[in-house]
């Protein structure tokens, strides 16, 4: 059957819905596509399961630790099966919710399957032809399976199918010592799991500061975590029950042995199946669909947004991409994702935050550069919380005052760093901060403290 629409929407990710109920609400008429899960990544196999798995690895550790603060806990034990139906009831509420939400929404039509082009107007869903002026790309992104020697052979898992694990790992080698693997590696290691981290460049979580790599390196170690890094040859090998994650490491066994491995190593965006050449829409070799500034791809009228796009790889960044599309569109706004300021956090525990630029990117701007740095030993709240790894460490240019970027890594670290993300948004040098009161005990009131006393970056 053929229906036309004013717009068309393809993916129930963390942008496409929002979008579609608001364009329905301003009156325009839309078509919904799901192929699969509505909710997407986050809700079905990212942020919500993890997050909530998280918080029983911490229960655990916390349990295991209740001498420290003079508590008698007894022997603490794992229920895998009970941990994975808290996390399956948070996750199916959520994605309940957002399928509801849709097919309650007046002006939304809802059709389940998978949208591939047919022309630049015009998507086909099974029998139904789906035409519209406009056509919004929501499609997200799925776990990369790199070509490694043995991959076609030996088992693995990915970060989706690890959700549904029966049976505790009992050495789980995580490949990919990024924020998916480091967030399963400490998590499973709290569940009772051996647990090895492999990575072939010479650090974790490349992308964070050196020192920071360092204090993760640490957390996960004095947890009982093996780290083995600069494995310049990684390959699966199917050894008599147990899979052998060849290394080829500078130092160290050339394998690892364990009984289930994680490929953690990074992410394709689904576009490979919408048929994109009969749109004209462009993408670059990796997949990724190739977006303006304002989300606008290479044919007029259709817009990716998400982590389809490659500007974002995170539900905050696919949030604002549909507040940028639907304001311009909808309010004549100007929103551009330049404004964005970056943003992300690990979720191993302690979480490490961080905003805007990192030490390196401070360094090649080559500006005079204040840096403020306290570490959670001297922070109260952490103290007396127990948990004093980690350290807030922020940069400000000398000339101008302002704030160029942040890490705030330890207890709270998370929420904390929202304060110096407003003042960045908000333009304002660092005395907004320093002259703020925030209460006491938290680790957000230590963020003043640090900038008063800025050192030269050297
Ligand atoms: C393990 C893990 C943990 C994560 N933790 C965090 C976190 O803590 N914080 C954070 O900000 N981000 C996190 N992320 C990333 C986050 O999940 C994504 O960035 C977020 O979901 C945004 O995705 P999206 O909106 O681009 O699309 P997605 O959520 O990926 O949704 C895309 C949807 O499109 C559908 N689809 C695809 N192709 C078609 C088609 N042709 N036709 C119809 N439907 C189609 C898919 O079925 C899917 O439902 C995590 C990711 C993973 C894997």
Redesign the pocket.
């Known amino acids: 059957m053929k229906y036309t629409f004013d717009a068309v929407v393809?993916?129930?990710?963390?942008?496409?819905p929002s979008l579609a109920v608001r364009l329905a609400g301003a009156g325009r008429k839309v078509g919904f596509?799901?192929?699969?899960?509505?909710?997407?990544?986050?809700v079905n196999?990212?942020?919500t399961p993890?997050?909530a798995m998280v918080a029983s690895a911490h229960a655990a550790h916390l349990a295991r630790r209740a001498q420290d603060y003079g508590v008698k806990a007894g022997p603490v034990s794992i229920d895998l099966a009970a941990v994975m139906a808290r996390k399956d009831a948070i996750v199916l509420k959520s994605r309940q919710g957002v399928e509801k939400w849709l097919r309650d929404t007046k002006n939304c039509t809802v059709f389940t399957?998978?949208?591939?082009f047919e022309s630049a107007k015009t998507l086909r869903v099974g029998d139904d032809l789906l035409e519209a002026e406009n056509i919004f790309l929501?499609?997200?992104?799925r776990?990369s399976i790199p070509k490694m020697p043995g991959v076609d052979s030996a088992p693995f898992l990915t970060?989706t199918s690890i959700l549904e694990l029966k049976d505790l790992p009992r050495h789980l080698v995580v490949v990919g010592g990024g924020?998916?693997g480091l967030?399963f590696a400490q998590m499973f290691r709290r569940f009772g799991s051996e647990v090895t981290v492999v990575d072939r460049k010479p650090r974790l979580a490349m992308h964070e500061d050196e020192d920071a790599s360092a204090a993760i390196r640490e957390i996960l170690e004095a947890e009982g975590i093996q780290i083995r890094v600069n494995a310049c040859c990684i390959h699966l090998e199917q050894r008599a029950g147990e899979i052998a994650v060849g290394l080829e490491c500078r130092e160290g066994e050339p394998h690892v042995l364990g009984s289930h491995v994680l490929l953690a190593v990074g992410?394709t965006p689904?576009t490979h199946?919408?048929n994109l050449a009969a749109a004209g829409v462009k993408a670059n070799e990796s997949g990724y669909i190739e977006v303006d500034d304002e989300l606008r791809t290479s044919a007029p009228g259709i817009y990716a947004?998400?982590?389809?796009n490659g500007r974002?790889?995170?539900?905050?960044?696919?949030y604002n991409d549909f507040e940028i599309v639907a304001d311009n569109l909808l309010q004549g706004a100007k929103r551009r994702v330049s404004d964005r300021i970056p943003a992300?956090?690990l979720?191993i525990d302690p979480p490490l935050a961080h905003i805007g630029l990192s030490e390196s990117e401070v360094r090649k701007q080559g500006k005079r550069v204040l840096v403020g740095m306290r570490p959670m030993t001297r922070i109260a709240r952490a103290i007396e919380k127990g948990e004093t790894y980690g350290f807030i460490k922020i940069f400000v240019d000398a000339d101008t005052q302002q704030i160029l970027g942040a890490t705030v890594f330890g207890v709270g670290g998370d929420e904390a760093i929202h304060c110096i993300l407003t003042a960045m948004y908000a333009k304002q040098p660092a005395s907004l901060l320093t002259h703020s009161v925030h209460i006491h005990p938290t680790v957000a009131e230590l963020i003043p403290t640090t900038l008063e006393d800025l050192k030269p970056l050297e």
């Open positions: 393809v993916g129930a990710g963390q942008a496409g596509v799901e192929r699969k899960l509505f909710g997407g990544t986050c196999a990212g942020c993890t997050k399957g998978t949208a591939a929501n499609v997200g992104a776990p970060s924020y998916v967030e992410r689904n199946d919408l947004i998400g982590d389809c974002g790889a995170f539900t905050h960044t696919s992300s956090a979720y």
